[in-house]
């Protein structure tokens, strides 16, 4: 489930390559690049070296990782977006909601924010999808994944989980939003924000995806 701070639309094409770049990675994780987005492979360039300062190891792996999905609904959401010449990129933070209770370290200590930085490489930028604009609703047109390359004409420059361990600054505009979220939560000496004393991390039925990948509408 997508969100972006206010001035960025998740329907517009930068915004949408940014979803789709954090989406494919995580996606790669679990399945290889072969099986992630379509045209993902040639746009990360991968697999990267491990400690590559760019492109996180994981988000590039040509076969699946030792990783178990299960039944969670992540939330994702956009913040210090910027477009400059032929490259566009922002910062993407989340945090998961799993359906079953038990742990749940995305919430013990919300800091889970990516730089996704891409580079345009063709005149064309690309076909956008059709825009979803019914967060509760399934489209029927609709698919887990893009059908068509949603990367035409783009590369994939960056791909960097952010470390304040390691002096990376992780944006207001994540913090902002996961204060929303979690308004009891309060900031640690290391700046993340921490559950209360008691805490149980709340579950929640898989969500409807959205947005939901539509095709362009010339391709429908």
């Known amino acids: 489930m997508w969100s972006a701070n206010p001035g ?3 329907m517009q094409r930068g915004p949408e390559l940014v979803r789709a770049a954090y989406e494919a990675a995580d996606y790669t994780r679990f399945v290889g690049q072969a099986h992630s987005f379509p045209g993902y492979p040639a746009a990360v360039g991968g697999p990267a070296r491990q400690g590559n300062p760019d492109k996180e190891e994981f988000f590039t792996w040509l076969e699946p ?3 178990e999905q299960i039944p969670l609904t992540n939330f994702a959401h956009i913040t210090s977006y910027e ?14 909601l799993h359906a079953d209770p038990g742990t749940n370290l995305s919430v013990e200590g919300l800091n889970i924010a990516f730089r996704v930085e891409l580079e345009r490489t063709a005149d064309d930028p690309g076909q956008p999808g ?5 967060p509760a609703r399934q489209d ?6 893009p059908t068509w390359n949603v990367f035409e004409g783009w590369k994939i420059t960056k791909l960097h989980y952010l470390r304040r361990l390691n002096g990376d600054v992780i944006p207001q505009g994540c913090t902002d939003w996961w204060q929303q979220q979690f308004p009891a939560f309060a900031p640690n ?5 921490v559950p209360p004393a008691g805490f ?21």
């Open 65 to 67: 990782g030792e990783d």
């Open 8 to 10: 960025i639309n998740l």
């Open 140 to 145: 029927p047109r609709a698919h887990r994944v």
């Open 189 to 193: 000496a290391s700046g993340n924000l």
């Open 130 to 134: 059709v825009p979803d604009t019914d």
């Open 83 to 96: 477009e400059s010449g032929p490259d566009i990129g922002a910062t993407v933070c989340s945090y998961n």
């Open 200 to 220: 149980e991390p709340p579950t929640m039925p898989v969500a409807v995806q959205y947005p939901e990948w539509i095709g362009p509408a010339n391709s429908e």
